[in-house]
C-alpha cells in the first residue's frame, strides 16, 4: 500500500449493510457474478426497487424476473433506451452500480466508433450517468441531484481494477479511444478503459460534492468476465484452470463494492481496493488534472454524438 493508505475493514454483507428501505437502486452488468450477487445482497435489506441492467432482456429474466432493464454498454442507443425506462418508472435513484466490463477482447470498436474496451467500460458508464442526472437541461431538476436533497444522498460505484497500472505511461492516449487499438496490446486497452473508471469517478466527486462516489478493485474473482479470454487467447485457455485454484468467488469478489454502496464510512472520489483499503492506485488513478480532462473530452463525445 502506498502513503495514507488505509487498513482493510471486516465486512459482512448480510449484516453490515444497512436497511435499504425506500431506497432504488440500479446495478448495471446484474445478470451474472459480481452484479448478480451484488443483487442478491441489495435485496436481502429490502429495497423498494433494483433496476438491473443487462446486455439482453434473456439475461436479465434469467437473474431475476421482474427487475430488467435491456442495456448494451457498447451501443449509446441502447444505453439510452434503458436510461430512458428508468427514468420514465422510477421517481429516484439512491444508487448507481457500475458493474458491467469487457476485457481481454480482439479489437475492434463499438457501435459508436470506440475502442470496445474504452466504449464500453468507460463511455457506456459516463453516458448512462450522465442521462440519469441529466446535466443538460437546468430547468429539470436532475433526479440524482433531487434524490440527494430529498433522501439524504446517493452512491455511484463503478467497478475499476488494479489493472489500471497497465494502461499507457500518459494515462490516457486521447488519440486512441476512437480508433480499434489494433496494434495495441489488450491488456493495455483494458488497462486504460479501468483507469477512466477511476478517473471519472474522482472528477464526478468533484463536480457534485452531494454524490457519494467512489470506484473499486473487486480483487480476483471468478467470473464470467473472463470468458472472452479464454475464446481469443489460447495461452490464457491453457492457465485459467490454473488461475482458477487461486481466485475469489462471488461472494467474496462482490463485498468491496457492497461496501462501497452502502458504508458509511466511504470518501468520495476515493478508490479502494478490498475491503475499503485505499492508498493502492497507481499515481496516474490520484491526478486529478487528468481527471478533469477526462471528463471534458467525455463530455465533447457525448454531446457530440445524436440522441436519436
Known amino acids: 500500500m ?32 459480481l452484479g448478480a450477487q451484488s443483487i442478491l445482497e441489495f435485496a436481502r435489506h429490502e429495497p423498494r426497487e433494483i433496476w438491473l441492467g443487462a446486455r439482453s432482456a434473456t439475461k436479465a429474466q434469467t437473474a431475476i424476473d421482474n427487475i430488467k432493464a435491456e442495456m448494451e454498454l457498447g451501443s449509446f442507443a441502447s ?10 418508472g422510477s421517481d429516484r435513484l439512491d444508487i448507481l452500480l457500475l458493474n458491467a466490463g469487457i476485457m481481454a477482447v480482439p479489437a475492434g ?12 467500460n468507460h463511455m457506456g458508464h459516463a453516458l448512462l450517468t450522465k442521462l440519469l442526472q441529466p446535466l443538460l437541461q437546468p ?40 480508433t480499434s487499438g489494433d496494434g495495441v496490446n489488450t491488456g493495455a486497452r483494458y ?9 471519472f469517478l474522482k472528477e ?20 464470467n468476465l473472463g470468458a472472452s479470454m479464454k475464446e481469443n487467447s489460447w495461452f490464457v485457455r491453457a492457465i485459467v484452470p490454473l488461475l482458477t485454484l487461486f481466485v475469489k468467488n462471488v461472494q467474496s469478489g462482490a463485498q468491496n463494492q457492497l461496501w462501497a454502496s452502502t458504508s458509511e464510512d466511504v470518501v468520495s472520489g ?7 483499503v485505499t492508498g493502492a492506485g497507481k499515481p496516474l488513478s490520484n491526478n486529478s488534472a487528468l481527471a ?12 457530440a454524438k445524436p440522441t436519436a
Open 2 to 33: 502506498g502513503a495514507g493508505a488505509s487498513k482493510g475493514v471486516a465486512f459482512d454483507p448480510k449484516v453490515d449493510i444497512p436497511s435499504l428501505k425506500d431506497k432504488v437502486i440500479l446495478v448495471k452488468g446484474g445478470s451474472s457474478g
Open 79 to 88: 444505453v439510452r433506451a434503458a436510461a430512458k425506462t428508468v427514468l420514465d
Open 109 to 120: 470498436t463499438t457501435d459508436d466508433g470506440y475502442e470496445i474496451q474504452f466504449g464500453t
Open 139 to 178: 430547468l429539470l431538476q436532475p433526479l440524482l441531484l433531487k434524490t440527494a436533497e430529498q433522501h439524504g444522498g446517493v452512491r455511484v460505484v463503478a467497478v475499476s481494477s488494479s489493472s489500471h497500472s497497465f494502461a499507457p505511461a500518459k494515462g490516457i492516449d486521447f488519440d486512441a479511444p476512437k
Open 191 to 199: 488497462g486504460q478503459s479501468k483507469l477512466a473508471n477511476i478517473l
Open 204 to 223: 464526478l466527486a468533484r463536480r457534485y460534492p452531494q454524490f457519494m462516489a467512489a470506484s473499486v478493485h473487486p480483487g480476483a474473482v471468478n467470473t
Open 270 to 276: 476515493t478508490y479502494y481496493v478490498p475491503v475499503g
Open 292 to 303: 478533469k480532462k477526462l471528463w471534458e473530452w467525455t463530455e465533447k463525445e457525448l454531446e
